[in-house]
């Protein structure tokens, strides 16, 4: 069975100040590992998809990371408006999306 | 262009009652996905189409949910009769192309007293 499991559960940094989110993962065949944004009362917003350990994807402030265990989401020099969850999943050989359960992001001005 | 769009956004049940959700996905998009998140837990797939057709349905819990498809449009989810454990968000999501880059609706958030 797929797993997903994500570090820290919960994240406060000063406005400025990088850091790094772990996504951890056992998957049969990796077709995909999947960033995502959440906001409160909102369905999970598309960041990145990543397919093969090596590959990087960047996006404003966000730069992620894979490798054949693990993803991380690094933010540079965040902003209050980063702050929210951010969700990792993965698909793997049987296709359907494991979910991670989170990491919850401050940014404090 | 319009996101994925779910109806309602709240609702309130009691055991035993029957549930319907409605999701309509992106124009285009052939497959739509449906999620849970249970109070606490990681989201979980439900169940995929590909246009009308249930393409995997392994995450449906029991035979007290339905998802339908008509006309590989929108989609509903039928829970009857609803137990205390079904309460969560429900979420749906639409893609163009297979597991890739989903795009979620804001859920529906359904309690069952």
């Known amino acids: 069975e797929d797993q997903v499991t994500q570090s820290p559960e919960a994240l406060r940094l000063q406005e400025g100040e990088s850091s790094s989110l772990n996504c951890s993962y056992t998957?049969?065949?990796?077709?995909?590992l999947f960033w995502y944004r959440q906001d409160p009362g909102k369905g999970p917003e598309f960041l990145f998809t990543?397919?093969?350990a090596g590959e990087e994807k960047e996006k404003e402030r966000l730069k992620a990371t894979l490798t054949k265990k693990e993803s991380f989401l690094h933010i540079t020099a965040p902003k209050p408006e980063d702050s929210a969850t951010y969700l990792c999943a993965v698909s793997g050989g049987y296709q359907k999306v494991t979910f991670g359960t989170g990491t919850k992001l401050q940014v404090i001005p | 262009e319009a996101g994925v769009t779910q109806f309602p956004s709240h609702s309130v049940i009691e055991k035993g009652q029957t549930v319907t959700l409605r999701c309509d996905p992106i124009?285009?998009?052939?497959?739509l996905y449906w999620y849970r998140r249970v109070m606490g837990k990681e989201i979980k797939f439900l169940l995929h189409?590909?246009?009308?057709?249930?393409?995997?349905e392994s995450g449906m819990p029991n035979n007290r949910f339905l998802a339908e498809r008509t006309g590989g449009t929108y989609s509903t989810l039928k829970v009857q009769p609803a137990e205390l454990e079904d309460s969560g968000v429900y979420f749906c999501a639409s893609s163009l192309w297979g597991y890739n880059e989903q795009f979620f609706g804001p859920g529906t958030r359904l309690t069952v007293l």
């Open positions: 990543l397919y093969s």
């Open positions: 189409f590909v246009k009308e057709s249930k393409q995997d």
């Open positions: 998957v049969s065949g990796l077709r995909g």
């Open positions: 124009s285009g998009h052939d497959n």
